[in-house]
């Protein structure tokens, strides 16, 4: 997911496709769910060792990710580094972790 994120952040901006008056809906929707299913994958990952706190370490993993990516692509023609865009990483990841928790929680009887 890592490389999938780091090749759509390489593209340029002028070879970006554009989507009229959805762009900003759809790129930013994008945003979300990539970084949601990276949030996802660490946790995945996490799951086959540590047990306590590895929710908010995946979601440490992947906001950490979100700044270095946003990092990068202040050296990609066209494009610029920005903290909403790590924002909306962020949240993309919180909420799928916030539904993945409250899916894996076992049910109580009535």
Do not use: W
Request: aromatic share 8%.
């Amino acid at each position: 997911m890592m490389l999938i994120i780091f090749s759509a952040s390489s593209i340029p901006s002028s070879d970006l496709p554009q989507f009229g008056i959805l762009d900003f809906l759809i790129k930013k929707t994008s945003h979300a769910l990539g970084y949601a299913v990276l949030g996802l994958c660490y946790l995945s990952a996490l799951s086959a060792g540590q047990r306590e706190g590895r929710y908010g370490l995946a979601l440490l993993l992947a906001m950490t990710y979100a700044v270095i990516d946003e990092i990068h692509q202040g050296f990609v023609p066209g494009r610029h580094p920005s903290p909403i865009d790590v924002g909306i990483d962020s949240s993309g990841v919180g909420l799928a972790l916030i539904i993945r928790s409250l899916l894996r929680r076992p049910k109580r009887g009535c």
